[in-house]
């Protein structure tokens, strides 16, 4: 019956993942002045908005390093470092490259796991402010400094 409308395939793409290339840089410098102004008002913990700026920096290289393989065939970096990186921080400075770069926007598996890893930083992020979370924040430098002797 070739008389009957067709039916188009399902889209795949999950589009609620998939931001707006400003957007993306906007969400990144905004938490990162975010954390800058709770550090002026000694709210957020000096370490943990160094490590957001060494992993941002760290990641961003990465990406570079991943989207330059990319190009050339060359060997790329594995998306499991790219989910570390961005658990530990480094999520602003990916969101930055994946705009700037244009690098890791359409694959909707990577980015599943990139946003819930870029969450469980947050929440993370967040348990710091908390009662609980200030006794480790206060905490943890004193153990890298006698681990360290800095």
Not at 29 to 44: E, K, P, T, Y
Not at 59 to 68: Q, R
Request: a positive charge; glycine letters at 8%.
């Amino acid at each position: 019956m070739s008389g009957l409308p067709q039916i188009p395939e399902p889209v795949v793409r999950s589009d609620f993942l998939h931001f707006s290339e400003t957007t993306l840089q906007e969400v990144a410098l905004a938490f990162m002045a975010l954390i800058g102004l709770g550090f002026w008002a000694s709210v957020v913990p000096a370490f943990l908005v160094l490590s957001y700026l060494v992993f941002s920096h760290l990641t961003y290289g990465v990406y570079l390093w991943d989207k330059a393989g990319a190009i050339r065939g060359a060997w790329r970096a594995d998306p499991r470092l790219l989910y570390a990186l961005a658990f530990l921080g480094g999520w602003p400075g990916a969101l930055i490259a994946q705009d700037r770069l244009r690098h890791l926007t359409k694959n909707d598996r990577f980015r599943r796991f990139f946003w819930l890893a870029t969450t469980f930083n947050v929440l993370t992020a967040c348990w710091f402010l908390t009662p609980d979370g200030r006794f480790w924040s206060e905490a943890i430098p004193l153990v890298l400094q006698r681990l360290f002797g800095a």
